[in-house]
């Protein structure tokens, strides 16, 4: 199966994700040091052969270009379009990938770690421009959309695959709803919601945050709705307590890519547990793109210290 999916239903043990990240970055360093300079790597371009050899092969080469050389930038550039599809990996296993990338030379991998991170930053912000303007016009995945519920007239935007049905029950029924969350954020002009859109797009390309179904606006306010897995519930201070050290990882790689949260963001624990992979964010406005500023454990620590203070639940969004 590919990579995605094999990242997504869960290896058997911790030593085959191990083995996995390993085997990808020895092949990707071979792919780079061929001349093969592969514009979009992604989890799914990848095939994972547990008890094979060799155990990966590339499987997709549609936006691929062949050099003479693979240029330093083009390196790192092709490296953070891999780490935006790993959100909530932890920061031992990005860097078991750099470690195989630069075949055992930790100098090196920290040299990429660096590359890589600054270079993801400015990847994000640029992301989010991108989904903005492609989920607020009506194509292939995206379309405008008009409800009306007895209360309120709605516009906004919605995802193609979501239910009108479905957005309409959940519009009525407020964040009672058992397959969707509702995040209420206020009074919001036509441009601010548009990127509150693209910024839920973005994050959920990099599994950051659940499915965002639609971005409505009415006269008095504007909500999103997000896709609620089975089993999910608000991160309440409980639920964050029992699972700090995984929440500092997600919190942690969220800041590698340029995310930095507020206080009051909402948070929901997306399959009933924290394993630094399974939280979401439900409030897109509470994000900061802060393409220059160092992230860090210290600083993940920081705010989740914030949060079990503060946060007593996702407002708007209670099970």
Not at 61 to 84: D, I, M, N, Q
Not at 226 to 240: E, T
Request: aromatic share 4%; proline share 4%.
């Amino acid at each position: 199966m590919d990579l995605q999916r094999a990242l997504g239903d869960g290896f058997a043990s911790a030593c085959a994700r191990r083995r996995a990240a390993r085997a990808l970055g020895e092949l990707v360093r071979r792919m780079h040091d061929a001349g093969v300079d592969q514009d979009d790597l992604a989890p799914n371009n990848f095939l994972w052969r547990a008890g094979c050899e060799p155990p990966m092969l590339a499987i997709d080469f549609e936006r691929t270009r062949l050099r003479t050389r693979v240029s330093e930038r083009a390196r790192a550039a092709s490296l953070a379009k891999l780490a935006r599809h790993c959100a909530g990996e932890s920061a031992p296993s990005r860097m078991r990938f750099l470690l195989a990338y630069s075949r055992g030379d930790r100098a090196e991998a920290r040299r990429r770690w660096r590359d890589v991170e600054t270079e993801a930053r400015a990847l994000l912000v640029r992301d989010v421009r991108r989904w903005t303007r492609t989920a607020t016009r009506r194509g292939r995945r995206f379309e405008p959309i008009e409800l009306t519920t007895p209360a309120e007239r709605w516009c906004g935007w919605a995802r193609r695959s979501a239910d009108r049905a479905l957005l309409e029950a959940a519009l009525g029924s407020g964040a009672r709803h058992e397959s969707v969350w509702m995040r209420e954020l206020g009074a919001l002009s036509s441009r601010r919601a548009a990127a509150a859109w693209g910024v839920a797009q973005a994050l959920h390309q990099r599994g950051a945050c659940p499915e965002p179904l639609a971005l409505l606006r009415s006269k008095r306010r504007a909500v999103v709705l997000w896709a609620r897995p089975a089993a999910s519930a608000p991160l309440d201070r409980d639920l964050a307590l029992a699972a700090r050290s995984a929440l500092v990882v997600w919190m942690d790689r969220l800041h590698a890519i340029g995310v930095s949260l507020r206080r009051d963001a909402a948070l929901a624990a997306l399959a009933g547990s924290l394993d630094g992979r399974r939280v979401g964010l439900l409030d897109p406005l509470a994000v900061e793109l802060d393409p220059l500023a160092a992230g860090g454990r210290a600083r993940a620590r920081a705010r989740v210290q914030h949060l079990l203070a503060d946060h007593a639940g996702p407002p708007g969004a209670r099970g």
